[in-house]
């Protein structure tokens, strides 16, 4: 089988077990297979050496405020500190004295954007 991408080498942190030396065959953005250490008989546009690191699936960072420090551009920012740790997913909260069809709008087009991980929005009534 084919995939964009092959990382090797790591030991693969998963729910409710020991982490297990074992390969992961990536297609797109998701993780198509999981595969024995030597992933033999695979290919792949491109190989990540893990050389013997943890790898932890994404994590959610189910509670951020983006755009309490420069606005929206917070989106790309906060978004690339996000990923850098290992946090794929963001919850933000929206919080406006107002109503928040324009925030809404705005935040969202920001976010479509400038996020380089996937997010939620949350709404503080």
Do not use: K
């Amino acid at each position: 089988m084919h995939f964009d991408a092959l990382v090797v080498n790591g030991h693969v942190v998963g729910h409710g077990q020991e982490p297990r030396r074992l390969a992961l065959g990536i297609t797109g953005e998701r993780v198509a297979a999981v595969l024995e250490p030597s992933a033999s008989g695979h290919t792949a546009g491109r190989t990540i050496d893990a050389g013997g690191r943890h790898v932890f699936p994404g994590l959610i960072d189910p509670h951020t405020h983006f755009g309490l420090a420069a606005g929206l551009a917070d989106w790309g920012t906060e978004s690339r500190s996000a990923a850098a740790g290992g946090v794929t997913t963001v919850l933000n909260f929206l919080m406006s004295g107002e109503p928040y069809d324009a925030e809404y709008r705005e935040t969202r087009a920001a976010a479509d954007q400038q996020s380089i991980v996937d997010y939620g929005l949350h709404l503080c009534p």
